[in-house]
């Protein structure tokens, strides 16, 4: 961490951040409010979670990040922004979702750029898999959605067809695959990052349809 990075992470997460217990959250406690809550795993250096939150002042936003420096800068732009509707941990994101998160809870689940172990040997510890989905779909209310994007077009493909399988979802894509880009989305660092290596970008979209299979 950079010293900025670190001093921000010391003062700011008492108040902005919270640390990682099986317990489930309260939002009404953490926000002090019942907005509607966006969860996005892996915010990287958190400059594209900070733009939304700023444009979006009634939605909460939950920032899961398990690189610290990602976390500190994050809050520097917090401070610097003035925001006030985001909360941050540093931990794993699916003990986060598992533990702390409550069931039907969340309005958006956002998950831009994951690490896309893009060797197939290292496919198997792409976070996106059935029971991640399976999981994401559980603390989604009823009408929430599931946003992914990736610029590997292979981990895409397999986006897809992991949500092609799974229960009570209906992709918002006309086409079936995938969506255009969605304005509320900024462009992330590893976007750019993509399109400078000459790759494409691959929104997918989906809805939670009921509560089916919560029983
Ligand atoms: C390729 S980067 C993308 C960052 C950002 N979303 C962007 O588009 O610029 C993936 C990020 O996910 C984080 N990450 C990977 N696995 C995670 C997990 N299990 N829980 C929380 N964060 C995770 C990494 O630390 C990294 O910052």
């Not at 976007?191 to 509560?211: I, N, Y």
Request: hydrophobic content about 40%; some cysteine.
């Amino acid at each position: 961490m950079t010293a900025g990075q670190s001093i921000a992470y010391e003062s700011m997460m008492p108040t902005f951040g919270f640390e990682y217990k099986k317990q489930p959250l309260d939002f009404q406690v953490l926000f002090g409010n019942s907005n509607p809550v966006t969860l996005e795993i892996g915010f990287g250096m958190g400059a594209s979670l900070a733009e939304q939150a700023k444009i979006y002042p009634n939605r909460n936003f939950i920032g899961i990040e398990v690189h610290r420096p990602g976390v500190g800068a994050l809050l520097v732009r917090m401070r610097d922004m003035e925001l006030t509707n985001l909360r941050l941990i540093s931990h794993d994101a699916v003990e986060v979702l598992g533990e702390m998160i409550a069931d039907n809870s969340l309005s958006l689940v956002q998950l831009f750029f994951p690490d896309p172990w893009h060797k197939r040997r290292h496919h198997k510890r792409r976070i996106v898999k059935d029971e991640f989905v399976r999981l994401i779909r559980a603390k989604l209310t009823v009408g929430g959605h599931y946003h992914m994007a990736t610029d590997w077009e292979n981990y895409a493909q397999h986006m897809l067809r992991v949500m092609q399988g799974a229960k009570d979802w209906s992709n918002c894509s006309n086409s079936n695959d995938y969506v255009p880009k969605p304005d509320d989305r900024p462009v992330t660092k590893f976007q750019k990052r993509g399109e400078g290596l000459g790759h494409g970008v691959w929104d997918l979209m989906f809805v939670k349809e009921s509560d089916s299979l919560d029983m």
